[in-house]
């Protein structure tokens, strides 16, 4: 049911925590799942340094989780921007359809804590990355029911 990639990151997360004094912090959720991630970024010279995650959720939300922060570390915030839900899904080896939705969420929380990181520095705030269904990106478009965008 779950590739190899999943379980490893499921039972043993990658940066998992807070950043204190953090320059972007993003948190997204699922009503309808109950999943919720929280990202923090540690950003120098327009590269992410540091990424870290508290997520409460399922395997697959933590280690989609897991697999993002990993995903961003040592890219430009463009390059960032532009990960979406189906890296995410390559990277972990792919997902059950029925939990497509965290990976959604993965990529959402990537750009909300990118969005919160332009607005505390007066950065542009409209940017193509993450088609955002939670809103914590302040995005419109939605995802189907599949997680596609």
């Known amino acids: 049911m779950y590739s190899d990639k999943v379980m490893d990151h499921f039972t043993n997360p990658r940066n998992v925590g807070e950043i204190e004094n953090a320059d972007g912090v993003g948190q997204v959720g699922n009503a309808k799942c109950g999943d919720i991630m929280k990202m923090y970024l540690k950003i120098e010279d327009g590269i992410?340094?540091?990424a870290?995650?508290?997520t409460f959720g399922c395997g697959a939300a933590v280690a989609t989780s897991s697999m993002a922060t990993e995903l961003i570390k040592g890219k430009t915030i463009k390059e960032a921007e532009m990960i979406t839900n189906k890296a995410v899904l390559e990277a972990l080896d792919g997902l059950p359809?029925?939990?497509v939705h965290c990976s959604v969420l993965a990529e959402e929380a990537i750009a909300a804590a990118l969005q919160d990181?332009?607005?505390r520095n007066g950065m542009e705030t409209d940017y193509v990355g993450c088609s955002g269904c939670c809103g914590g990106c302040n995005r419109t478009s939605h995802h189907?029911?599949?997680g596609e965008a």
Do not use: G, L
């Open 48 to 50: 992410i340094v540091d």
């Open 52 to 54: 870290k995650f508290k």
């Open 97 to 99: 359809p029925a939990k």
């Open 117 to 119: 990181y332009r607005a």
């Open 144 to 146: 189907d029911e599949n």
